[in-house]
């Protein structure tokens, strides 16, 4: 019977990791204590020498999981094509980094690794063998401002469609079903000194149900003029190019990719006092995947640590308590 579970993406903690006031057992903890049942792992970030961790490395991440219970799900894997500076990776080169990982991900337990946004179609096919051999599916991130009109991501999917495996799939994140411009966001940059008008602008495009990536898109690629118009400050200018990175998609834009999608990233800017995130009806994209028979993770993925205003707390830990407890609640009334 399919279910609906929940993960955290430990990407969430970051800044706890980072700054040293957690490590990855008080992480792991965290979970347990909070019935969390799966963990999405960052390996570069918390595995010593990632891709190839000692085997005591490896053994400490196992003891872990067998201390807490929590299962693992899947871990992110960035394809760093640029790592030099007169050249792009080879085709061989890329695809021998993506084995690494791929045989990484058996290691620790973990039967699918997430290909970030924009990695090219034409790794999929010469990493099957090693995803069957190893046991480990790839699935690509669907990311909001390169989500599926994005010709990378349309050309990621056709060769998924022509492979046709249980290897190959998608993992969605959720920042693509905003409904309303996250206000965290606004809050920062307004601080940093871009125009409230810019925002409000930003805003009566959710109201009418679109967004500025489709504003862009329907209008030959460029920028409309009303949105010319309130681009006033210095952050203005910088903060404008991101501002197509929310996107306001209906749930049915999934129906036609239901048999290949992997995981979900429930992505989350702010958890209000009230229970709901603030720009995103998580309960109505539950019960849409519970009446698809969605079975696998749903992954708390906390994005708003970055908009953190100056002099106020970090409020991780927080905010992923509050997400879980929203997820679980509403899947005990949806599944049950």
């Known amino acids: 019977m399919a279910r609906i579970k929940t993960a955290v993406s430990l990407y969430s903690l970051q800044d706890e990791y980072l700054n040293k006031r957690m490590n990855l057992e008080d992480l792991m903890t965290l979970l347990k204590d909070h019935g969390v049942e799966g963990v999405e792992m960052l390996p570069d970030q918390m595995i010593k020498n990632a891709p190839h961790p000692s085997q005591e490395e490896v053994d400490h991440w196992h003891a872990l999981l067998d201390q807490t219970g929590v299962k693992p799900v899947i871990a992110d894997v960035f394809l760093n094509s640029n790592l030099y500076n007169n050249r792009m990776l080879t085709k061989k080169e890329c695809i021998d980094l993506l084995i690494q990982e791929i045989k990484q991900a058996n290691r620790l337990g973990m039967k699918m690794i997430r290909l970030v946004s924009m990695v090219p179609y034409w790794v999929c096919e010469p990493l099957l063998p090693y995803c069957k051999e190893y046991d480990v599916a790839i699935a690509l991130e669907i990311h909001a401002g390169m989500a599926f009109d994005g010709p990378e991501t349309l050309a990621f999917i056709e060769e998924m469609k022509r492979l046709d495996s249980p290897y190959i799939g998608l993992v969605i994140d959720t920042g693509i079903f905003c409904n309303k411009f996250p206000r965290v966001v606004r809050a920062y940059e307004v601080n940093n000194g871009a125009s409230p008008e810019m925002f409000d602008y930003l805003d009566s495009l959710f109201e009418k149900g679109t967004d500025l990536h489709r504003v862009v898109k329907e209008n030959g690629g460029t920028r409309p003029d009303e949105f010319k ?105 949806i599944q049950e």
């Open 229 to 333: 118009q309130v681009i006033k400050t210095k952050e203005d200018h910088m903060f404008a190019p991101l501002c197509d990175g929310y996107e306001n998609y209906p749930f049915s834009v999934m129906d036609e990719y239901m048999p290949y999608i992997k995981h979900f990233h429930i992505k989350m800017f702010e958890m209000t006092p009230e229970g709901p995130e603030y720009s995103m009806d998580y309960k109505g994209l539950l019960e849409y995947l519970h009446e698809h028979q969605y079975d696998g993770y749903v992954a708390t993925e906390y994005e708003g640590n970055r908009f953190i205003l100056p002099g106020e707390p970090m409020q991780e830990i927080q905010q992923v308590i509050a997400n879980q407890q929203y997820l679980q609640a509403c899947l005990k009334e």
